[in-house]
């Protein structure tokens, strides 16, 4: 079957419009529902989850001065590819009257199972404690941890981290009843080189076409103007519609030999 | 060097009609870009079932919505065999409510006792019933959207199915006499280079 380059055109938008509605709507095969879409980062390949499946560790917790809560979280790795890195930062938004008399201590151990209890726990490390701020501006330069060095679970790589916060004595009654908020981040981050050249064109494609249609509409849109730009060259001079595909332009150069001799 | 007489005025005015000559008009390109669009995306559903042995499923209710919608066409690859699923996933299990009949919705986490929680997203609770993982049909590996959207029409919407097989059918014919036409240009253009090869020019007179 011959195709001219406009009808070539054709079957070649409408494959990349196909392959990026398809490519875009199965990421949400494997994305987490929208409600707790955040608790999730994804890659191409690999996909970190929580072990509370998006419910707050401190939910519920009444702290008094001198107190201290503590609560446990499972990180599983799964995917593809192990992670490299596993980042972890501080999102803060707490109330800035609670700052001065909150301890923090982040630990990291092996992989508890699911639920915020910490019984079996076992620090490995402490990754940063004291005050509150201080220990959010450590975060905030990001805590690696490479799960490729951590014992291998079935369904990935996992590790626990604990989480401690105390009141101090001598909190003042003002703050009593007070209630706040501090998030915690676990990013993937991996080395670019030791990705495959189909997990970088996956990533470009599933970025490309992530948000909405429209990147993939204005293609379409283009290369019809282009198109019909094309088409009203053609009806304005018809000669260049004769002009020879590749496949004439064979005969043509046999007739010149021909010619030649 | 190419002989000049080929391309003359005299040579451009025996084409029908300009327009024919110019190539494809939009309406025939967007009728063929409906078409190659439509069949890619059966391309996409029928290689990956036929290759990869993954089973088709057809949804039928908007549980799923708005990211998965009625009509599209889930791909379905075998759970594994020695680990939990993780949250997020889509699965296909069977319905507790209707024998034989199958849902497919999102797992929502993992209960302590192994069992799977699941949600349709569009539903703002989680399902009565937890899933075995032993229950599991399938786990959603590809998603083709609108391709099953006829064969819903078919079953509940006959205006709609016809709309579409009419639209279908007349995309078709336009693309298909685009095409022929096509060929007959090129076939006309050859023909006539090649009359023009056989009869002599001025030039060779003189």
Same mark, same amino acid.
């Given at each position: 079957?011959r195709?001219?380059a406009v009808?070539l055109?054709?079957?070649?938008a409408a494959l990349?419009?196909?392959?990026g509605?398809?490519v875009?709507i199965?990421?949400?095969l494997?994305a987490?529902?929208?409600e ?5 980062a994804?890659?191409a ?9 998006g ?6 917790? $009444?702290?008094a001065?001198?107190?201290?809560a503590e609560?446990?979280?499972?990180i ?6 192990t992670p490299e ?11 800035p009257?609670?700052?001065p ?5 982040v630990?990291?151990?092996p992989?508890?199972g699911?639920g915020r209890?910490?019984?079996? =726990?076992a620090? $490995? ?5 004291g005050? !509150?701020?201080d ?5 905030d330069?990001?805590l690696d941890?490479a ?11 996992a ?7 105390t009141l ?5 009654n003002?703050i009593q009843?007070a209630r706040?908020?501090?998030d915690?981040?676990?990013a993937s981050?991996f080395?670019?080189?030791?990705q495959? =050249?189909?997990d ?10 992530e ?11 283009l290369?019809?103007?282009f198109l ?6 053609d009806?304005?001079?018809?000669r ?6 590749f496949e ?14 | 060097?190419?002989d000049?007489?080929?391309?003359d005025?005299e040579?451009?005015?025996v084409?029908?009609t300009?327009?024919r000559?110019?190539?494809i008009?939009?309406t025939?390109?967007?009728a ?14 029928a ?5 990869l042995? !993954?089973?088709p499923?057809?949804l039928t209710?908007?549980?799923m919505?708005p ?5 599209d066409?889930?791909l379905l690859?075998?759970?594994? $065999?020695?680990?939990l699923?993780?949250?997020g996933a889509?699965?296909? =299990? ?5 024998p ?14 192994g069992?799977y929680?699941?949600r349709?997203?569009a539903?703002g ?8 993982p032993?229950e599991?049909?399938?786990v ?20 709609s199915?016809a709309l579409f097989?009419?639209?279908t059918?007349a995309a078709? =014919?336009?693309?298909g006499?685009?095409?022929?036409a096509?060929?007959r ?5 050859a023909?006539r280079?090649?009359?023009?090869r $056989?009869v002599?020019?001025?030039g060779?007179?003189?």
């Amino acid at each position: 079957m011959r195709f001219g380059a406009v009808q070539l055109s054709a079957v070649l938008a409408a494959l990349v419009l196909s392959i990026g509605m398809v490519v875009r709507i199965s990421t949400t095969l494997t994305a987490v529902s929208p409600e707790t879409r955040s608790d999730t980062a994804a890659s191409a390949a690999i996909q970190i989850r929580d072990g509370l499946n998006g419910v707050a560790m401190f939910d519920g917790v $009444d702290l008094a001065p001198g107190a201290t809560a503590e609560r446990c979280i499972t990180i599983r790795a799964t995917g593809s590819r192990t992670p490299e890195q596993i980042r972890m930062e501080a999102a803060s938004s707490i109330d800035p009257a609670f700052e001065p008399w909150l301890r923090v201590q982040v630990d990291r151990g092996p992989p508890l199972g699911q639920g915020r209890d910490c019984d079996g =726990f076992a620090s $490995d490390e402490t990754l940063a404690a004291g005050p !509150y701020r201080d220990v959010m501006h450590e975060l905030d330069a990001g805590l690696d941890w490479a799960p490729a060095t951590s014992p291998e679970i079935p369904g990935g790589h996992a590790a626990s981290f604990r989480v401690r916060v105390t009141l101090l004595e001598d909190t003042p009654n003002e703050i009593q009843g007070a209630r706040t908020t501090f998030d915690l981040v676990w990013a993937s981050d991996f080395d670019q080189a030791g990705q495959s =050249f189909l997990d970088r064109l996956l990533a470009l494609v599933v970025r490309f076409t992530e948000d909405s249609f429209l990147p993939m509409l204005a293609i379409v849109a283009l290369a019809i103007l282009f198109l019909g730009i094309q088409d009203r060259l053609d009806v304005a001079t018809p000669r260049l519609s004769k002009a020879a595909l590749f496949e004439e332009i064979v005969p043509f150069e046999d007739r010149t030999s021909d010619d030649d001799t | 060097m190419a002989d000049s007489s080929a391309l003359d005025d005299e040579t451009v005015v025996v084409v029908p009609t300009a327009r024919r000559d110019a190539g494809i008009t939009l309406t025939e390109l967007l009728a063929s870009f409906y078409l190659w669009l439509l069949l890619w995306l059966v391309v996409w559903a029928a290689v990956p079932a036929l290759v990869l042995g !993954y089973q088709p499923v057809l949804l039928t209710s908007g549980s799923m919505g708005p990211t998965i919608s009625p009509g599209d066409l889930i791909l379905l690859g075998d759970p594994p $065999d020695d680990e939990l699923l993780s949250q997020g996933a889509v699965i296909t =299990f069977p319905d507790p409510a209707v024998p034989g009949g199958l849902i497919t919705h999102r797992i929502d986490g993992v209960r302590e006792d192994g069992r799977y929680r699941t949600r349709g997203d569009a539903n703002g609770a989680p399902d009565s019933t937890p899933v075995e993982p032993s229950e599991v049909v399938g786990v959603g590996r590809l998603l083709v959207p609108l391709i099953g959207l006829p064969l819903l029409w078919l079953r509940s919407d006959v205006l709609s199915f016809a709309l579409f097989v009419g639209g279908t059918g007349a995309a078709a =014919f336009v693309a298909g006499a685009a095409n022929r036409a096509g060929v007959r240009r090129r076939e006309a253009v050859a023909a006539r280079e090649a009359a023009e090869r $056989d009869v002599p020019t001025a030039g060779d007179d003189a």
